[in-house]
């Protein structure tokens, strides 16, 4: 059974920093492509940022060099190291594993910007 357990929403204030973790079981992680969405309310889920097997990455223009997606292959797990934080950015946060036609989302967790 694949799972994909994200953690680490909250609430934080404009400018603070938090750090998003998924957890994957079920799956050989180290093959998977991961990626991090979000969908806020009203709002198509949009990809923020991606990382290949190899370790390329991509981010939408919104969050470069604020947001950094990396992944530890022998936790199974991926990370989004989120800084500098905006409203904007509020929304809930989903994990995605993609290998070939396999794809394996997350729960969400929900990060709230406000002061």
């Known amino acids: 059974q694949v799972q994909l357990v994200e953690s680490g929403g909250g609430l934080v204030q404009p400018g603070g920093s938090l750090r998003l973790s998924c957890t994957a079981s079920?799956?050989?992680?180290?093959?998977?492509?991961m990626a991090w969405y979000r969908q806020a309310p009203g709002n198509e889920r949009e990809l923020v940022a991606g990382?290949?097997?190899?370790?390329?990455?991509n981010y939408v223009d919104s969050v470069k060099g604020r947001f950094t997606i990396f992944r530890d292959n022998a936790k199974k797990t991926l990370y989004l190291q989120m800084n500098s934080l905006k409203a904007e950015d509020t929304a809930v946060y989903y994990c995605k594993a993609t290998l070939s036609t396999r794809h394996h989302w997350g729960q969400g967790t929900q990060v709230t910007v406000s002061s």
């Open positions: 079920g799956i050989s992680f180290s093959f998977y492509a």
């Open positions: 990382i290949t097997a190899s370790g390329g990455t």
